[in-house]
């Protein structure tokens, strides 16, 4: 081993020693097997005598032509029997999955019941799976993805990791919309998605990509999805901490509709350079000289890291700027100029838009 891997290396453990300090054992065992969660009552679903398509693995276009294809009285029994499989089902009709998660939370009881909104997604168990859209799904020619990063879960989607509203994915999500209509109508949407499991914290698992790598199929397909239902769309994705590395572990599945990805307060992507990433998608990086994160060593060594950090000029990502934010969480905060170049990267993504 060289010199400078010996000293990355000691930097790299150094800093998880810190936050936990697990067996060796658990630091160097093999990353886990990547399976996306079935639906609620996918097993009801799938025994349904209409031989109805496969939720975890039909294709989402397939789902999309089955259930427009199907009349209006059979979309309404299957919402009625199958709630928790409608309401997460990847090519459905926004549409039907908003009145599918409508009744999920409903029959969930607080805090869900009473809360307002169009949920694309639903799901309170384990940590639970939200993805709440703002704006028009329906007539939206661009679609901007929101991705949370550590500790978010569906009971602080709304409040804040630690009751600290800047960090709820709806909050932030919301501030994108109203900062995108504030400079005149559009046709944006904006969706705030927790649709795989987070890790719980800066621990052993925010430094390994098990959890990205689940995500990033969960990511795959959703988005996949929101091609089926509205093909003629472009779509940006942004995330935030852990969030990017689950954009860079999906990259290479993405569609040519996905023009713009964005990484702030990043990690790391999972790979060493953009060309790794193996997408036609403009990549954009943006990192507050105040955020924590420059602490974490741009390594990936023995099943830790997330490779080098998009915002280093090696990386090759195009990087926007973030002086006015102080810390971690403020990316979205109204007033900086990290909201204004994230907005200009989801209505459009030209060129000459952020500033650099």
Do not use: C
Request: aromatic letters at 6%.
């Amino acid at each position: 081993m060289s010199r400078r891997t010996a000293d990355r290396l000691t930097a790299v453990l150094t800093t998880l020693a810190v936050t936990v300090t697990p067996a060796a054992a658990t630091l160097l065992a093999p990353a886990g097997t990547v399976a996306l969660t079935p639906q609620a009552g996918t097993a009801a679903w799938l025994a349904d005598h209409r031989r109805l398509p496969n939720p975890v693995t039909s294709d989402p276009a397939g789902v999309h032509r089955f259930l427009t294809s199907a009349g209006e009285v059979e979309r309404r029994d299957l919402l009625a029997r199958y709630p928790g499989v409608v309401g997460a089902l990847d090519g459905a009709p926004p549409e039907l999955r908003y009145a599918a998660n409508r009744l999920a939370m409903r029959a969930a009881g607080p805090p869900y019941r009473d809360r307002d909104g169009q949920f694309l997604l639903f799901d309170p168990r384990g940590d639970g799976r939200v993805a709440q859209v703002f704006g028009d799904l329906a007539t939206a020619g661009r679609i901007a993805v929101l991705v949370p990063g550590v500790a978010t879960r569906a009971d602080n989607f709304w409040t804040g990791v630690g009751g600290r509203s800047y960090r709820a994915p709806a909050v932030q999500a919301a501030d994108l919309y109203r900062s995108a209509t504030a400079q005149g109508p559009g046709n944006l949407a904006v969706i705030a998605w927790l649709g795989y499991d987070a890790p719980d914290g800066v621990t052993i698992s925010s430094a390994r990509e098990d959890l990205a790598q689940a995500g990033a199929v969960a990511l795959q397909r959703f988005v996949a999805g929101l091609v089926a239902v509205r093909p003629q769309a472009t779509i940006a994705l942004l995330g935030h901490s852990y969030g990017s590395t689950v954009l860079g572990l999906a990259a290479p599945g993405l569609p040519r509709q996905v023009t713009d990805i964005a990484a702030f307060g990043s990690p790391g992507m999972g790979v060493d350079d953009v060309t790794q990433l193996h997408t036609t998608a403009r990549v954009w990086a943006g990192q507050s000289r105040g955020d924590w994160i420059r602490w974490i060593p741009g390594v990936r060594l023995l099943g830790l890291g997330h490779g080098t950090k998009p915002a280093d000029p090696a990386f090759g990502a195009r990087v926007f700027t973030t002086a006015d934010v102080a810390d971690h969480d403020h990316y979205l905060s109204p007033g900086t100029d990290s909201l204004t170049n994230l907005t200009r990267i989801a209505t459009s993504g030209t060129d000459s838009d952020p500033r650099p």
